[in-house]
């Protein structure tokens, strides 16, 4: 078992950047439970922050989004992330590696405005709660001491619901509205190692197969898996080009090594 606490607080800025003398500090807890058995080992992981980087984030302590949330806007934002996962031996040439993860969030995030130099906490467009969740399972399969098969299958939905206010006719009127967001994706491969039956040997050569499926009818899967993109020219208001799709097949080659 392994308890973990890290307090980040932001270097404070005079001038009119993200870092401003409002900007407050976030706190990060995690605490790791490690447990081998007979057939493989599992880990659980629970993590907590608190402050303005917590609001957004899945899966994970990385931020993502404009102004990191560093404000003052979202002091009161909370995330928190439940992972499991471990390998499985069900015989001496199967076995399955797995991946689990539920993710909660809330509080407020969103746009600040300055004026003559001094931040006004106003949000055009507030973060309201979010909810994720992840499955992803490996099994693989042992063909010779330096070959397998590789099978990978993933989940992945996620809802958020913001609110955001506008203005008509000098009466500010707030709204609320909730994206929902889904993934899935299945991957077949044949491997070279050195150690087949071992889920972590390397190097590793894979050729694979992939379908993506983005579960968005209004196209979230650019070239390669990216997320949907639109390309307009500056200078030509006729020219765009833009990936409106929701599932794909990629196929390739993919090496992996570390020391």
């Known amino acids: 078992m392994e308890i973990r606490n890290t307090y980040m607080l932001p270097k404070k800025n005079s001038d009119n950047s993200w870092y401003t003398a409002e900007t407050k ?3 990060n807890f995690m605490i790791e439970l490690n447990q081998g058995f007979s057939l493989g080992w599992n880990k659980t992981v629970l993590q907590y922050q608190y402050g303005p980087q917590a609001g957004m984030n899945t899966f994970g302590f990385q931020r993502w989004g404009a102004g990191d ?3 003052g806007l979202a002091d009161n934002a909370w995330g928190i992330n439940l992972l499991n996962f471990g ?3 069900f ?3 199967f076995g399955m590696f797995h991946v689990i993860g539920a993710h909660f969030a809330g509080g407020r995030d969103g746009l600040a405005t300055y004026e003559n130099g001094a931040l006004t906490k106003v949000s055009e467009s507030s973060f309201k709660d979010k909810k994720a969740f992840q499955l992803v399972v490996r099994p693989y399969y042992k063909l010779t001491k330096m070959t ?6 993933g989940f ?4 958020t619901t913001h609110w955001a206010k506008a203005s008509v006719n000098d009466i500010n009127y707030v709204t609320e509205n909730t994206s929902n967001v889904q993934a899935k994706k299945v991957t077949l491969a044949y491997a070279l190692t050195p150690d087949a039956g071992n889920f972590w040997s390397r190097p590793e050569l894979r050729f694979y197969v992939s379908y993506l499926n983005g579960g968005n009818d209004q196209g979230t899967l650019g070239q390669y898996g990216n997320a949907n993109y639109t ?3 500056a200078t030509d ?4 080009y833009s990936h409106k799709k929701t599932n794909q097949f990629i196929f390739g080659a993919q090496a992996e090594a570390w020391w």
Not at 148 to 153: G, K, M, Q
Not at 237 to 240: A, D, H, Q, R
């Open 87 to 89: 390998e499985t031996h």
């Open 91 to 93: 015989t001496e040439n």
């Open 237 to 240: 208001e006729n020219y765009s």
């Open 231 to 233: 390309v307009s020219s």
């Open 25 to 27: 500090g976030t706190n």
């Open 69 to 71: 949330g560093q404000t």
């Open 156 to 159: 992945y939905t996620e809802s």
């Open 148 to 153: 397998r098969l590789l099978l990978e299958a």
